[in-house]
């Protein structure tokens, strides 16, 4: 095919547009810029992650560490001692690769920290260009297998939730059922997080949209559909969940630093 | 109701400039009523591709204020007229005059892509036996008139001009319409990842926002496309099923 001569450049930033543009971007940039900012000071803090019954979302499940909920006691003996241990960093990675590689997650920060394109219709700072299509973009496709694990995460999560409705009595030290505010902070974490990962594109395709007869399979039906409707609102989610379980590790530390007190309902 | 001023680009291939223009706007007003109303008043040799003016032939496709919208279907009531209304032709294609541009590397894209390719007939009068369901899904990528709004909004073609690489947002509707068709045998992933250009696509999602038939191009074609890729050509362990199961 002949290549075609087209109308004419336009420079970075370059617009017709009349709207405020590059509000969206920068909101989007300032949004994951306070998340990432947090959590990875959260993650260095290896302190005030549990109060009680609850343990903070960026430390479940905790691995190794030094409160009740570690799975297998404290920090490994074959740790290298020049390197800071948290029992974040032995996790954070899973949640944070599925939302890296998620398509939404994609589209909306390339446009606010990688300006390709700044906005739709509005030009561009660079004249190359490679998209998904080689190294390193192309690991993007990795996608579903952090989907895998981010789905396991939802599990453990719910678990936590679960875990954080049983009290115990410092006297006694028997266990009784309770629900207190950081109760419901847990079980709206899992339900935000099970709708952002439940909606992902991935699984949308596994469940069902790889199939062109899908009516010859009415369960996948029924999954896909059911995937679908999560996934129309995937941004929505993305978001949600990502306040909240930021809001939830802010709960359980300022709790566990008696900054806030967790009250009981139950 | 005061006059409304327009800038509209006038100009071919060689280059142009915008032209101010003042015409009365009256109500429930279209872009393309106005411009027409201009043509008649003030500028007879202005060029605008037109045809249905109900937003189904996809002809008048322009930037209005900076977006890639149908002039017959963008009211001038929702426009602000307190400043300059301005109009410029899809900036993703050559220039031919004024608004017009020539759209048809469109048209050499799609001869080139695979046809639909139905299995045997399912009955012995020819005909085939479907579920509406199984339809469900590539009925709304049918929608599309071809306006092309999708295509010019998109950067790959717009900004980095990958004519020659990657097909557009309009061609993996068409595409994903003949890939998920439950009639259909034809194998398109092999094209989609080298000779379309699948994955370019950074999923910005602009051409979803500009579809002046609302279809969800992203989230509904282009991401499940390059899932199916995925399937094929990057995930290791379908892979790896398919050495073992032949």
């Known amino acids: ?266 | 109701m005061p006059p409304v001023t327009f800038n509209i680009w006038r100009g071919g291939a060689e280059g142009g400039e915008f032209k101010e223009y003042r015409t009365e706007v009256t109500e429930g007003m279209v872009v393309l009523d106005a411009v027409h109303q201009i043509q008649a008043e003030s500028a007879n040799d202005l060029a605008v591709r037109w045809n249905c003016k109900a937003g189904k032939c996809g002809s008048c496709s322009a930037e209005i204020n900076g977006k890639p919208r149908l002039m017959c279907m963008t009211r001038m009531s929702d426009l602000p007229v307190n400043q300059p209304v301005r109009i410029e032709p899809m900036q993703a294609f050559p220039s031919i005059k004024d608004l017009v541009t020539d759209v048809s590397w469109n048209f050499e894209v799609k001869k080139r892509l695979k046809r639909f390719k139905p299995r045997k007939p399912d009955a012995p009068d020819g005909s085939w036996r479907f579920a509406q369901a199984d339809t469900d899904r590539v009925q709304e990528f049918r929608k599309c008139i071809e306006c092309f709004l999708c295509q010019d909004v998109c950067h790959v073609l717009r900004d980095h001009h990958k004519h020659e690489e990657f097909i557009g947002p309009r061609f993996f509707v068409y595409s994903a319409a003949l890939e998920m068709h439950p009639l259909d045998e034809e194998d398109r992933l092999e094209d989609l990842k080298r000779a379309n250009g699948i994955g370019y696509c950074n999923i910005t999602k602009c051409c979803t926002k500009v579809c002046p038939e609302h279809i969800t191009i992203t989230d509904n074609a282009i991401i499940p496309l390059k899932e199916r890729v995925v399937d094929r050509f990057y995930d290791p362990v379908r892979m790896l099923l398919r050495v073992i199961g032949g």
């Open chain 1, 1 to 266: 095919m002949s290549s075609i001569q087209l109308f004419r450049p336009r420079a970075f930033g370059e617009t017709s547009r009349r709207d405020i543009w590059w509000i969206q971007p920068l909101a989007v940039f300032l949004g994951f810029s306070a998340f990432i900012v947090y959590s990875t000071w959260a993650a260095f803090q290896n302190a005030h992650y549990t109060f009680g019954p609850y343990l903070s979302p960026f430390y479940s499940p905790e691995i190794f560490g030094d409160s009740h909920h570690a799975l297998f006691g404290p920090k490994p003996g074959w740790w290298p001692g020049w390197l800071p241990f948290s029992p974040a960093f032995l996790i954070l990675w899973a949640p944070a690769g599925f939302r890296f590689t998620c398509y939404y997650y994609r589209g909306a920060y390339y446009k606010a920290f990688w300006a390709d394109p700044p906005n739709c219709a509005v030009g561009e700072p660079r004249k190359s260009y490679w998209g998904e299509n080689s190294f390193p973009l192309i690991m993007q496709n990795i996608h579903r297998y952090f989907f895998y694990l981010a789905f396991a995460f939802i599990v453990i999560l719910a678990y936590d939730a679960w875990k954080g409705m049983w009290f115990e009595d410092p006297a006694t030290g028997a266990t009784s059922f309770g629900i207190g505010i950081g109760t419901l902070v847990l079980i709206v974490n899992v339900l935000l997080l099970g709708s952002y990962t439940l909606g992902c594109h991935s699984l949308r395709h596994l469940v069902g949209g790889r199939f062109d007869h899908l009516s010859a399979r009415p369960g996948r039906m029924k999954a896909y559909h059911c995937v679908s409707c999560l996934n129309r609102k995937h941004m929505l989610w993305a978001w949600l969940s990502l306040f909240w379980v930021g809001f939830t590790d802010v709960y359980v530390r300022l709790c566990s630093m008696g900054i806030w007190t967790d009250w009981r309902i139950l």
